[in-house]
C-alpha cells in the first residue's frame, strides 16, 4: 500500500509541474456581482430609501390626522342639553311655520293668477264674439237685424251667420256683385 500512495503523490507533483510549465494560467472568480448587476443595486438601494422616506412621512400624517381627531371628538359634546333641544325645536316650529305661509301665499298667487286669466280670457271671448244684431225694421211688412261689416267678413259668411241665403242680403240691400260689400256698410238681414 505503501507503494500505491507514493506513486499517487509522485503523479500529482508531476501534473501539477507540467501544468506550470506548460503555462496553463489559473483565473481566479471575482469575489462580487458582474458591473452591471451593481448598478441594479445602487438604483434598488436609493428606490429602497425613497419608499422609506415616504413611509415615514406617510406615518407622521397619519398621527397629525389621528391627534386632530382626537381633539375634534374632546372638543364636542356628547349629549345635547335640554336648553338646546328646546331650543332647536323652537326653529323647527317657526321654519314650518314660515313654510305654511310661503304655501298660504303661493296659493293666494295661484288664484290670482287663474282669476286674472279667466278675465282676459273672457274679454278676449267677448271682443271675439260678433256683437248680436239690432232688430232692425225695413218695412211695415218686414222685420230682421242691421248688420255693420267687419274686417274679414264676406257675404257669404254674413249670411251663413244668420241662416239667410246670400241672394235674398242681395235683394234687400239692392247689391248687384257679392264682393263688392266693405268694412262698416250696414246691411239689413231679413228674418
Same mark, same amino acid.
Given at each position: 500500500?505503501?507503494?500505491?500512495?507514493?506513486?499517487?503523490?509522485?503523479?500529482?507533483?508531476?501534473?501539477?509541474?507540467?501544468?506550470?510549465?506548460?503555462?496553463?494560467?489559473?483565473?481566479?472568480?471575482?469575489?462580487?456581482?458582474?458591473?452591471?448587476?451593481?448598478?441594479?443595486?445602487?438604483?434598488?438601494?436609493?428606490?429602497?430609501?425613497?419608499?422609506?422616506?415616504?413611509?415615514? $412621512?406617510?406615518?407622521?400624517? =397619519?398621527?397629525?390626522?389621528? !391627534?386632530? #381627531?382626537? &381633539? +375634534?371628538?374632546?372638543?364636542?359634546?356628547?349629549?345635547?342639553?335640554?336648553?338646546?333641544?328646546?331650543?332647536?325645536? $323652537?326653529?323647527?316650529?317657526? =321654519?314650518?311655520?314660515?313654510? !305654511?305661509? #310661503?304655501? &298660504? +301665499?303661493?296659493?293666494?298667487?295661484?288664484?290670482?293668477?287663474?282669476?286674472?286669466?279667466?278675465?282676459?280670457?273672457?274679454?278676449?271671448?267677448?271682443?271675439?264674439?260678433?256683437?248680436?244684431?239690432?232688430?232692425? &225694421?225695413?218695412?211695415?211688412?218686414?222685420?230682421?237685424?242691421?248688420?255693420?261689416?267687419?274686417?274679414?267678413?264676406?257675404?257669404?259668411?254674413?249670411?251663413?251667420?244668420?241662416?239667410?241665403?246670400?241672394?235674398?242680403?242681395?235683394?234687400?240691400?239692392?247689391?248687384?256683385?257679392?264682393?263688392?260689400?266693405?268694412?262698416?256698410?250696414?246691411?239689413?238681414?231679413?228674418?
Amino acid at each position: 500500500m505503501k507503494t500505491i500512495l507514493s506513486y499517487t503523490s509522485v503523479c500529482s507533483v508531476a501534473v501539477a509541474f507540467a501544468l506550470f510549465t506548460t503555462g496553463c494560467i489559473t483565473t481566479q472568480e471575482p469575489s462580487g456581482p458582474p458591473a452591471a448587476s451593481q448598478a441594479e443595486v445602487v438604483y434598488l438601494r436609493e428606490e429602497m430609501r425613497r419608499l422609506n422616506d415616504r413611509l415615514n $412621512a406617510s406615518e407622521a400624517e =397619519l398621527g397629525h390626522v389621528q !391627534r386632530n #381627531v382626537l &381633539a +375634534a371628538q374632546s372638543a364636542q359634546p356628547s349629549l345635547a342639553t335640554t336648553a338646546q333641544v328646546q331650543s332647536m325645536q $323652537a326653529q323647527l316650529d317657526s =321654519l314650518q311655520q314660515q313654510i !305654511r305661509s #310661503v304655501d &298660504a +301665499a303661493r296659493a293666494k298667487d295661484k288664484k290670482d293668477i287663474y282669476d286674472d286669466i279667466t278675465r282676459k280670457v273672457t274679454t278676449l271671448v267677448k271682443s271675439s264674439t260678433p256683437t248680436p244684431p239690432r232688430p232692425a &225694421a225695413r218695412s211695415s211688412s218686414q222685420s230682421g237685424y242691421e248688420h255693420v261689416v267687419q274686417s274679414g267678413e264676406s257675404l257669404s259668411k254674413i249670411a251663413a251667420a244668420y241662416g239667410v241665403k246670400m241672394s235674398v242680403i242681395m235683394t234687400e240691400n239692392k247689391l248687384k256683385n257679392a264682393d263688392n260689400i266693405f268694412v262698416g256698410q250696414k246691411l239689413f238681414i231679413p228674418d
